[in-house]
C-alpha cells in the first residue's frame, strides 16, 4: 500500500537557529513511523525532578486542516524523560520547544542534536459540545483507570 495525496500534509519549517534540524522520520514507507523526530539545538541539563522547556531552532506552518502533537521517545520515557504541554495549534508560529520533566533520580544530559520528541501530525477537528441531563448507558459505566483489570 502506498501513502497517497490525500495521505500527505506538506508543513512548512523554518529555521531559528543555523544548527537547527528538520524533524524527520526515521523510518518511511509502507511500515514507516507514526510521528517525526524533534530534535534539541543547544545542550541542556535536566536536573532530577526538573521540568525545562529545550528549544528545537525551529517553527512551523501548519495548514489550518492540521497541527501536530508532541509525543514521547520510547528511549528517553525507560530513562524518566516525559513531555508535557504538547499541542502545537495551527495558528502557532513560534518556535517549537519541547517541555520536558526528568522522573528519574539522577541528572540527564541532552546535547544539541539529540532527538528529545517525536511530532505526530493530527487533523484537526472541532467538535460541538451539547450540554445534556444525563449520558446513555454503556458497558463500561463510570469506571475508570484500572476497569479492565490490569
Known amino acids: 500500500m502506498t501513502l497517497g495525496v490525500e495521505d500527505s500534509v506538506r508543513v512548512r519549517v523554518m529555521k531559528l537557529h543555523p544548527e537547527a534540524q528538520l524533524p524527520r522520520y526515521a523510518h518511511v514507507g509502507e511500515f514507516g513511523d507514526l510521528a517525526a523526530d524533534l530534535y534539541a539545538v543547544v545542550a541542556a541539563t535536566l536536573d532530577a525532578g526538573a521540568t525545562m522547556a529545550v528549544a528545537t531552532g525551529v517553527a512551523m506552518e501548519f495548514p489550518a486542516t492540521h497541527g501536530a502533537l508532541v509525543e514521547d521517545r520510547s528511549g528517553l520515557a525507560m530513562r524518566g524523560i516525559t513531555t508535557l504541554a504538547g499541542v502545537i495549534d495551527p495558528g502557532y ?32 477537528i472541532e467538535a460541538e459540545f451539547e450540554e445534556v441531563r444525563e449520558l446513555r448507558e454503556a458497558p463500561r459505566g463510570i469506571k475508570g483507570f484500572g476497569s479492565t483489570g490490569s
Open 93 to 124: 508560529r513560534g518556535e517549537i520547544k519541547v517541555v520536558m520533566t526528568n522522573l528519574s533520580t539522577a541528572a540527564v544530559e541532552i546535547k544539541a542534536g539529540d532527538r528529545i520528541a517525536q511530532l505526530r501530525i493530527v487533523r484537526k
